[in-house]
């Protein structure tokens, strides 16, 4: 996988500039931990990079903005 490839996995998916890539991983694997939240358990790679990306300001505000977490998944009911 390109995260474990690059640092050690302590960086990001492409060098240490957040990309699109990133950002669409990182939604991803919101999703999946609402859905399922043990999900990730066994991927401490995974778990890392949510905890380190979900702690940027901008994006820390956002996931606690109304608007997600209003937001139903695939119109499941699920927020």
Excluded: W
């Excluded at 999703?31 to 399922?36: G, K, N």
């Excluded at 949510?50 to 699920?78: C, D, M, Q, W, Y």
Aim: aromatic share 6%; proline share 5%.
């Amino acid at each position: 996988m390109l995260l474990s490839q690059n640092e050690g996995g302590q960086a990001l998916i492409v060098g240490n500039q957040i990309s699109f890539a990133g950002y669409s991983l990182l939604d991803l694997l919101l999703i999946h931990q609402v859905l399922a939240p043990n999900c990730l358990d066994s991927f401490p790679l995974l778990l890392a990079y949510v905890a380190r990306l979900s702690t940027r300001l901008k994006l820390k505000a956002f996931l606690v903005s109304p608007e997600l977490v209003n937001h139903p998944i695939n119109g499941n009911g699920k927020q």
